[in-house]
């Protein structure tokens, strides 16, 4: 019988999941729970180019779960629960605990909620995902970090001008996000060179956007910080400010810091500036002369050329590619097109007009590069792909345990013979 895993990203209100074969790596069936906890809460299950959505009344995480087990079984796509044997949990926060993806036990839940403060939005539904998981299925729960990934960024990088006491006790510092994905990217790209010490200028564009900047195969420098709202301008989060807007408009406004930052998170971006957040929708809205949609991709597009600039510095020129990747990087071809065409001549870079406006609809579709051969800096799409990463930590930490406990096995038997 194939061994079977779980890939699970829990957030407060939503419960993706993917079942794989292993160690093939093959996808049987993915799921959405979503609106946990509302009455219209309804579920996803998409399998074999089929999609199946039913409405249920799902209150909270472990009715998420019991729920997504109970379709797996009806399903059929797993006849006993037991075929499953490991689950791999997105976690958007590790600070400077968790360096590298990590078997979950009781210590670890402990240290999660510790750092719930870091991630008050994303680390609550990660947890009730967890311990949900772990009151139906004894088997390996690996934890996949976010932030896990930038562990290698150095300190004149990570830390802020602020005073001391605020990083040494109150742990004040850029972690950055989007990890799994810039290991993934980074990963591919160590196979295409050959070679581990490759330089990368990684933006990974999606809803949530973030850029990482690679030196030698590791994280140098990123644009999130202490928490994902850092960076690049976003679908609904602000990026970059300058911190004494909070405090200004607290007062204008008569608002707490809790209620601004929130706007700051969920009513900011491209939302803020035009009033749509989809990439989309945005798109079409600028070619019908939406003036407030082509100012808010003109700003998106100039904090990723900004922050080009910033890292081909860092990296003093010396740049094996600029990668694009996620919803937007991987499909948005304008936007391509016009950060290529801005960077051109400072980085001796030519598009391809032909591949750029190809790539996104082949179907089936394996990236590729976007730049002339004669350009000095291969610019490439990729599609990112963080759940192989869960799924491949997950598989690896598993195995390991049960070698161990095989051991430890064979160890027992010796000593009773
Ligand atoms: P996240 O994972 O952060 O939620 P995604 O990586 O799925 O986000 O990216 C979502 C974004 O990608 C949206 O803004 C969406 O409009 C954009 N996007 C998806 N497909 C296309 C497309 N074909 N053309 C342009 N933009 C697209």
Do not use: W
């Not at 139906?136 to 976010?146: E, G, I, S």
């Not at 929708?281 to 019908?288: C, G």
Request: proline share 3%.
């Amino acid at each position: 019988m194939k061994e079977k895993y779980l890939v699970i990203n829990a957030g407060s209100s939503s419960l993706k999941f993917s079942l794989y074969t292993m160690p093939e790596a093959k996808e049987i069936v993915n799921g959405l729970v979503e609106r946990i906890g509302n009455e219209d809460s309804c579920y996803t299950l998409k399998y074999d180019g089929k999609k199946q959505e039913k409405n249920k009344v799902i209150m909270n995480h472990t009715e998420a779960v019991k729920t997504m087990l109970e379709e797996l079984l009806a399903n059929n796509f797993i006849s006993d629960i037991n075929e499953i044997k490991g689950v791999g949990h997105r976690v958007l926060h590790g600070a400077e605990i968790y360096k590298e993806s990590t078997l979950i036990n009781e210590e670890t839940l402990r240290n999660l909620e510790g750092l719930v403060k870091f991630g008050p939005l994303h680390l609550p539904g990660a947890i009730a995902g967890i311990k949900s998981m772990m009151q139906y299925l004894d088997v390996p729960q690996v934890a996949v970090f976010d932030t896990s990934f930038h562990n290698t960024i150095p300190e004149e990088n990570y830390r802020y001008a602020v005073p001391e006491e605020f990083y040494t006790q109150d742990g004040v510092r850029k972690y950055g996000f989007h990890g799994t994905s810039y290991r993934y990217i980074t990963k591919e790209m160590q196979k295409r060179y050959e070679k581990e010490d490759v330089n990368l200028i990684i933006c990974h564009v999606g809803s949530g956007a973030s850029m990482c900047c690679v030196k030698d195969g590791k994280s140098y420098d990123t644009t999130m910080g202490l928490t994902p709202l850092a960076g690049l301008i976003m679908g609904t989060r602000s990026g970059d400010i300058d911190p004494s807007i909070i405090e200004y408009i607290c007062k204008e406004r008569n608002l707490t810091v809790s209620e601004v930052t929130n706007i700051l998170n969920k009513k900011s971006g491209l939302l803020g500036i035009a009033g749509k957040n989809d990439n989309r929708d945005l798109e079409s809205a600028r070619k019908n002369g939406d003036k407030k949609a082509t100012l808010a991709l003109e700003m998106l597009k100039n904090s990723i050329e900004k922050y080009i600039g910033q890292y081909y510095i860092e990296l003093k020129g010396k740049v094996d590619a600029i990668v694009f990747t996620a919803g937007i990087g991987e499909n948005a071809i304008s936007l391509r097109e016009s950060i290529i065409n801005d960077i051109s001549v400072p980085l001796n870079i030519k598009l391809n007009k032909e591949m750029n406006d190809n790539i996104s609809r082949r179907s089936a579709y394996q990236g590729g590069k976007i730049s002339t051969p004669d350009s000095s800096i291969e610019v490439l799409v990729l599609p990112t792909n963080e759940e192989y990463m869960i799924l491949k930590d997950t598989y690896e930490i598993s195995k390991k345990i049960e070698e161990k406990i095989q051991e430890e096995t064979n160890k027992k038997v010796l000593k009773l013979n």
